[in-house]
């Protein structure tokens, strides 16, 4: 052994100057030709700042054996990729699990590695999850052959597994705690030594009796500085390397200086020791982010919550009986059986049974729902007191709530603009303690303090940006867990920003202010006939129909009629009594009867008509009917002074009577994709600030002209892919709580931007003037991040209603 490192992995080098490749104008040494190859490579790429960033040694490249790569080849079989790819309309996408990752440093290379590659659209790493995100052109590059990229590097890539990650962030938490822990006894300890000497509760000590408080302070912190504190020092030797300052720098700057001048003064002799105030620094600032990422994993934004629910396996009927198989394996047209209690495993319809599904993780509607033959049940759901059997429409990747997560995922690594702007404040902030507490201490040592390094460390620990750099994502976080417990997904990083500020909410009317279902409006009778007696007659014909319009009549109490025939384009007819039953629109009838239809009250509607021999029974107006809670929805946000408006490519005078029934302040009808976009530009162009809520294809260009679109939960996957939100449940009043929640998070993030940069502003001159000790600023500086989370948190609960001022209502 050389007693050289290698350059890649850090490992020892056998024999020095056997393995070595130029770098940078040097030579260096390398453990393995592995090593070495995997330099080249990064050398080759222009990708050497990699070992400029990272903060520790990358893992030495393991060569891929035979079977290790006839394994990732299987991933190239469409059967398995059923469970981790979907198709998009850019390309193929997988979720995948990195291991190996030991820094930021590591991140920026796989990205830039694989985006270098052909076929390869896009490829990102979250940090705090190690979950990526792979977008590529399988007609280009087969997935594993990017696999085998990775592994070349020195890394592992793997398809994602809920309980793989569920295992990762447990035991992340429980290391999180167990530091905690430690900070908090040795807190405990030093403080129970520091405080009878600093208000003088105990005098006359001799200077051997203080020495051993000191040498049993030292022991105590010890452990406090080199485990619980050793997240700030890797994370501020990777800010130092990368040039890019966060709050870990003055936090591992002052835990590290007051740790050896206590050292110091504990071996040599001197005035103060700071171990009191080191370990009360590092519990309390542990303590606020342990806060922080509980809030962080509440809110499911890893997903990891969501893809829990959906099982593993599934109870598939067959001929032959029934059978346990992979979930993701089902086809589409699979039956599966749902036992009682059990969850569903598939996005599908119902085709036997009866029985109440709770779907609150999905929709946010806690209460059960009865379901029935014929009805949507989505993956997620849970089975109430019967069995029901489903026929699959989509499985694995491609159910709802796999899309669900994978919207979160998106939400989580996006910032918005504010959490941005947070970011480059206390950036600013770090750069500037930094270079303001040295000037503090030269300047109270020229004065001729000998408290100046008690001072200087003050500066350091009370200014450090803590609060500042949690203002924000925390309470992010908290507001999209209360939304999607509601039932609205937002989407998009900026969505909760954006919402805040919308003055104006546009329409769509089918299956948006509308159920998208036609309904039965009124009846009306002829000759005689009873409404009811009609409506029973028209049941029993069109039970032998699957038309959209036969679904309004099938809920009415129906004799069996004998005999039925299907008209296409026309209607039904069938036997009663010896007589021809005729139900369809109004030629139709007339043909099969020979008479014409009596004068009858006008109708906006579809119009049905019934007939039974040449007699004229009744005329039934179908419609789409406004949303039961449409109207409310539509008066609250008047309340609030939004505005709102219709567009609707239907016929004006139905869209104008959806207007009138819900109280839409303004309708257009009959506006093609191009026209509704146009409306949406004049009103920019106006200074307005516009949420656009849709549920059709016809609807992409005029959502995607507003400042923020909303999808609702039945949409079309493509709509609701380009939407900023989903409305899950589908309820227009959620709109208004999502609106209400927005203005909330606006208020509270301006709060605890305002308490941050007022409480670090304040601070700095009174721990530069000498007026604050370091263990109360180490109080100080925790409070402030505690005050600050613990504010954002109120989030995640139902806040007062807040209004903008009115704007008017066009009618």
Not at 244 to 252: G, I, S, Y
Not at 377 to 392: D, F, Q
Not at 444 to 461: C, E, K, P, Y
Request: with cysteine; glycine share 8%.
């Amino acid at each position: 052994m050389s007693g050289i490192p290698c350059f890649h992995c850090g490992e020892p080098v056998s024999v020095a100057g056997e393995i070595t490749l130029e770098v940078d104008g040097h030579q260096q040494s390398f453990c393995c030709l592995g090593c070495r190859s995997v330099c080249d490579l990064i050398q080759s790429e222009g990708l050497e700042n990699f070992y400029q960033h990272r903060t520790t040694p990358a893992i030495t490249p393991k060569p891929l054996g035979r079977t290790e790569r006839e394994r990732l080849e299987l991933l190239d079989h469409e059967l398995v990729q059923q469970s981790f790819v979907i198709d998009t309309p850019e390309g193929r996408e997988a979720q995948l699990m990195v291991s190996g990752i030991t820094c930021a440093a590591c991140i920026w290379l796989l990205e830039r590695h694989l985006e270098k590659l052909p076929g390869v659209i896009s490829f990102s790493i979250n940090h705090s999850t190690q979950r990526a995100r792979l977008l590529w052109d399988s007609a280009q590059v087969n997935l594993s052959a990017l696999l085998i990229a990775v592994s070349e590097l020195g890394y592992r890539a793997r398809p994602y597994e809920a309980g793989e990650h569920e295992e990762a962030l447990h035991k992340e938490k429980k290391q999180a705690l167990i530091r905690l822990c430690v900070a908090g006894i040795g807190t405990v300890q030093t403080m129970m030594l520091a405080m009878p000497l600093y208000f003088e509760v105990i005098s006359g000590l001799s200077e051997e009796f203080i020495q051993v408080f000191r040498w049993f302070s030292l022991l105590v912190a010890t452990p406090v500085v080199f485990y619980s504190a050793k997240p700030f020092f890797t994370n501020a030797v990777r800010d130092i390397r990368s040039r890019h300052l966060t709050m870990d720098v003055p936090v591992a700057v002052a835990i590290g200086f007051a740790y050896l001048a206590s050292g110091w003064v504990t071996l040599f002799g001197g005035d103060e020791v700071y171990f009191e105030s080191v370990c009360m620094f590092t519990f309390f600032l542990s303590l606020g982010r342990y806060v922080e990422m509980q809030a962080r994993y509440k809110a499911g934004l890893t997903g990891s919550a969501l893809v829990t629910l959906q099982p593993a396996v599934a109870t598939q009927q067959t001929p032959d009986g029934l059978t346990l198989v992979p979930s993701h394996q089902l086809k589409p047209g699979d039956l599966v059986l749902v036992k009682p209690g059990d969850t569903v495993p598939v996005d599908g319809i119902i085709t036997a049974g009866h029985s109440t599904l709770n779907e609150a993780a999905l929709t946010g509607e806690y209460l059960p729902e009865s379901r029935e033959p014929g009805d949507q049940v989505h993956a997620g759901g849970i089975n109430g007191e019967s069995p029901l059997t489903v026929r699959v429409e989509k499985a694995g990747a491609d159910t709802r709530l796999s899309g669900i997560m994978r919207v979160l995922d998106r939400v989580q690594a996006e910032k918005p603009k504010v959490a941005r702007m947070a970011d480059r404040i206390a950036k600013l902030f770090v750069s500037r303690v930094l270079i303001i507490a040295p000037l503090v201490w030269i300047g109270w040592r020229l004065a001729g303090a000998d408290n100046a390094f008690d001072i200087m460390l003050s500066v350091l620990v009370v200014t450090c940006p803590c609060a500042l750099s949690l203002a924000t994502p925390t309470a992010i976080t908290s507001a999209t867990m209360y939304l999607r417990q509601l039932g609205f997904l937002p989407t998009r990083g900026h969505t909760l920003e954006s919402l805040a500020t919308v003055d104006t909410v546009v329409f769509d009317k089918t299956g948006t202010l509308t159920r998208g279902e036609l309904a039965l409006r009124q009846v009306q009778a002829f000759n005689g006939w009873s409404k009811e007696a009609c409506l029973q007659l028209a049941a029993g014909l069109e039970n032998h129909s699957e038309h959209p319009i036969a679904k309004v009549f099938q809920d009415a109490d129906s004799p069996a009629l004998p005999q039925v025939i299907s008209h296409t384009g026309g209607g039904l007819t069938g036997d009663v009594n010896g007589q021809r039953a005729v139900i369809g629109h109004q030629a139709f009838v007339e043909e099969q009867t020979g008479t014409q239809a009596p004068p009858h009250a006008s109708m906006d509607g579809i119009t049905v008509w019934l007939a039974l021999g040449q007699q004229w029974l009744a005329c039934f107006e179908l419609d789409d009917e406004p949303r039961p809670e449409a109207k409310a929805a539509i008066q609250q946000l008047h309340d609030m002074g939004i505005r709102t408006l219709l567009l609707s490519g239907d016929r004006s005078a139905h869209v104008q009577r959806i207007a009138a029934a819900t109280g839409v302040g303004e309708a257009i009808g009959q506006a093609s994709p191009e026209d509704k976009l146009a409306r949406i530009q004049a009103l920019e162009a106006e200074g307005r600030s516009i949420m656009m809520v849709g549920d059709g294809l016809n609807d992409l260009p005029s959502m995607a002209g507003a400042k923020v679109s909303v999808a609702m939960g039945n949409a079309a996957d493509l709509t609701q892919l380009r939407a900023d939100g989903v409305l899950l449940n589908g309820q227009l009043t959620q709109l208004i709580e999502a609106i209400h929640t927005s203005q909330r998070t606006r208020r509270i993030i301006r709060q605890n931007m305002y308490w941050a940069l007022g409480y670090n502003l304040s601070a700095l001159p009174a721990a530069a003037a000498g007026l604050v000790p370091p263990w109360l600023a180490a109080i100080g500086m925790s409070l402030s991040s505690l005050i600050v989370v613990l504010n954002a948190l109120r989030l995640s609960k139902p806040g007062t209603p807040a209004t903008i001022s009115p704007q008017p209502q066009t009618t």
